[in-house]
């Protein structure tokens, strides 16, 4: 892909991401901008979008290998994960700053008994060792193979987000199911990929025995 081409795709990307914060901001100095419960409001448009982000990132792996054409799409993805770590970090500060009040002991009171918050702690540590290392400095001194297998936490990540998400609605509140259907398409994907790919290296190495 040519250079302008890419930085244009780059700073579109950048844009789209800092809408839902842009969109905070502006909603903050409006009188009346963040509706009847702002602190509610930033928590719950700071979480939808970093989940959107999450499962944004990780559908552009299956989705370029439909088509070489689309393979562009990986240039995106370290920019969209930081992205999401960007607003699940928003998304955790909200809590400690709107919802705690920084009272540390009763955060921490808080993360012990109500799972749901426990589970987005969870959520929130394994991005976070992701983010650490997303510079090109980091995957040179990880190594590819190491580096790669790191980055598989997304997944759990993304599944402890949605748990996270289920555990938080009322029950019989099904709004976190398209979340979850989606997730687990992308997950399947990956393992039928995953072992098709080995049945062909098994297939190939056979072939080369004979
Ligand atoms: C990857 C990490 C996370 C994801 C994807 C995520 C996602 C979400 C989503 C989608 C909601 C909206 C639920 C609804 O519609 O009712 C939500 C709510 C909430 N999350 Fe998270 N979350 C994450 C991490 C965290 C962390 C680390 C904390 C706090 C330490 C946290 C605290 C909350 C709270 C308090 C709410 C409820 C907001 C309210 O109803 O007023 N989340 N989260």
């Given at each position: 892909m040519k250079r302008p081409v890419l930085i244009f795709l780059k700073a579109l990307t950048w844009i789209a991401c800092l809408v839902p914060l842009a969109r905070l901001i502006y909603g903050a100095l409006t009188p009346g901008g963040l509706g009847a419960d702002p602190s509610a409001h930033i928590a719950l448009t700071t979480g939808y979008t970093t989940l959107m982000l999450l499962i944004i990132t990780l559908a552009i792996t299956p989705v370029r290998r439909l088509?070489?054409?689309?393979?562009?799409m990986i240039r995106l993805r370290r920019l969209l994960g930081l992205f999401a770590f960007f607003y699940a970090t928003l998304h955790m500060l909200a809590y400690v700053a709107l919802y705690s009040g920084f009272d540390v002991h009763a955060m921490i009171a808080d993360i012990a008994k109500r799972r749901f918050i426990t589970m987005g702690v969870i959520a929130w540590l394994l991005l976070l060792p992701l983010a650490l290392t997303s510079t090109t400095w980091a995957i040179r001194k990880l190594g590819g193979k190491r580096w790669n297998l790191l980055h598989k936490l997304i997944y759990l990540a993304v599944i402890c987000g949605v748990i996270h998400y289920w555990w938080q609605v009322k029950t019989g509140v099904l709004t976190p199911l398209p979340f979850t259907i989606v997730i687990g398409i992308l997950l399947l994907a990956r393992i039928l990929y995953a072992l098709l790919s080995n049945r062909k290296s098994a297939a190939s190495q056979r072939t080369s025995e004979a």
């Open positions: 088509s070489r054409h689309l393979s562009w």
